[in-house]
């Protein structure tokens, strides 16, 4: 690995901010302090601690921003499920952006799960 970049789950994660701030554009305005504020730094946490870990020599440290990334995952999903609770997102969108989490869930925990490995041996 060069750098966080080269992650395919950071670049996936990069690409779930980016729907999600399209996505939250049709909120109301109302909510730009509320949900919408909340939804998108819990979305922006994911990527930037992967990022954050990756650039640690200690694999301990990034193991540590990998759960933080996992994490902001359950905050995010959560927020996802009130925003469909309250009518701002349709069940479709709401599964599509589950599906999304759980993709990244299982790619950070098989990066744990490596890293973890790497120290044993």
Known sequence: MKTHKDLKVWQLSMEMVTNIYTLTKEFPQEEIYGITSQIRKAAVSVPSN????ATIKSK??????????IG??????????ISYNI???SIQIKNKIETIITQIL???SGL???LKQQSIH
């Open 87 to 89: 009518g701002y997102i």
């Open 112 to 114: 744990i799960n490596f």
């Open 106 to 108: 299982k790619m950070l």
């Open 72 to 81: 902001s995952l359950a905050e995010l999903d959560t927020q996802i499920i």
């Open 50 to 53: 992967i990022a954050e870990g």
């Open 60 to 69: 301990t440290d990034n193991i540590r921003f990998l759960n933080y990334a």
